[in-house]
């Protein structure tokens, strides 16, 4: 795992199980973790991470904001996906190695009642739709992913 990677994982877990107020009080705790980051590059992190800043009885608190990770997951989503196929009864799905369970996971969590439900292998995900009707928007729901415009 990468250090962006493992700092970014760090982060995300701090503000879910701490009161962060300030990125001062952030690079501190993650200074003290051997985690050496600037602000500005925490600045960035919180921008890809989907961080906002809230008023909360006790002052303000950084946390992560759903709507804004749903974004950036289907973004990443979008550079894991390799090619796309169909027939008239069913949508496949090539992947990088390893992401097709995440990818599939992400579809069934979009809760479209167009999709029954995907199966993943390693690097491809086969999703079952509700109907041979739903073909067409599924496959485009699909290439949307592909270029970034889900969410």
Known sequence: MSAKLKRLNR???LLNNRFISSHENLVKILDSEGIDVTQATLSRDFAELGVIRTITEKGPRYILDAHES?????????FEILSL???ESLIVVR???GRAPGIAHFIDRLNN???LGTVAGDDTV????SSHNHIN???LLVKK???EQVG
Request: glycine share 6%; no cysteine.
């Open 126 to 129: 086969l999703i079952i739709p």
């Open 70 to 78: 749903g974004k950036q997951i289907a973004r990443l989503i979008g």
């Open 85 to 87: 196929d169909h027939n």
């Open 11 to 13: 982060v995300k877990e």
């Open 95 to 97: 992947t990088l190695a």
């Open 113 to 115: 009642p167009e999709i």
């Open 137 to 139: 928007n599924i496959v």
């Open 145 to 147: 992913m592909m270029t």
